[in-house]
């Protein structure tokens, strides 16, 4: 049981656009950064938003993060079949004092 | 290029302390804002953090998991070590090391992690 919430699976049409929501609390998503990684199959998770919304270098423009209270984010535009993977979100919870992770969210572009 | 690869036993008796090495490059844990932290994740499941340790040897744990975990680095080596004692087959896991940056709060960089069994 993740103390972050993630939908188990998501998927939407090529070049459609797909979101992914990640509810928390007060002490994890409503007080601290949020940040979202995607992990390809057989590959380490790879950071794509953090601070919220911000994009690493190299990440296109076509993933984006937004937060509202205890709940956050990530949206995908002009699905690609490349963009299936598994999504998790995660960010520091100030009760627990530890990182927390999403259950983690699998995108199919059908 | 910033990069960080896990090293260690890929097969642990029940019962037994686990070491894993993180080996680093392109940044340096003398750096302020700089930790690197341990993420594992059972085959199937999801991420699971354990450990962070900083440049001014700040060191945080999960907290289900304190009293089995010590995790120190060596900035000559560039390297940080992840020991996990009493291992059991729940236990087995990808490990994976990443670059915790303070001021991001984010692991901004990851190894391609090790699969870690536990079994007798």
């Known amino acids: 049981q993740s103390v972050l919430t993630q939908p188990p699976s998501v998927s939407a049409a090529p070049g459609q656009k797909a979101t992914i929501s990640c509810s928390g609390s007060?002490?994890?998503?409503?007080?601290?950064?949020v940040s979202w990684y995607q992990q390809l199959p057989g590959t380490a998770p790879k950071l794509l938003i953090y601070d919220n919304f911000k994009r690493p270098s190299g990440i296109p423009d076509r993933f984006s993060g937004s937060k509202s209270g205890t709940s956050a984010t990530l949206g995908i535009t002009g699905l690609q079949t490349g963009d299936e993977a598994d999504y998790y979100c995660g960010t520091w919870d100030d009760t627990l004092s530890a990182e927390v992770f999403g259950g983690g969210t699998k995108l199919t572009v059908l | 290029q910033i990069t960080l690869r896990e090293s260690g036993p890929t097969l642990v008796k029940p019962t037994q302390t686990l070491t894993l090495t993180c080996t680093f490059s392109g940044f340096s844990l003398n750096s302020g804002g700089v930790g690197v932290g341990w993420i594992r994740q059972p085959p199937g499941k999801a991420l699971e953090w354990l450990a962070v340790?900083?440049?001014?040897?700040?060191?945080r744990y999960s907290p289900p998991l304190k009293n089995s975990l010590t995790i120190a680095k060596d900035t000559s080596k560039n390297e940080v070590v992840l020991t996990m004692s009493n291992v059991d087959s729940v236990d087995t896991a990808t490990y994976y090391c990443?670059?915790?940056?303070?001021?991001?709060?984010?692991?901004?960089?990851w190894g391609q992690g090790m699969l870690v069994t536990v079994s007798s």
């Open positions: 007060r002490s994890n998503v409503g007080n601290n950064y």
């Open positions: 340790i900083y440049w001014d040897e700040n060191i």
């Open positions: 990443a670059r915790r940056m303070v001021g991001e709060a984010t692991f901004d960089y």
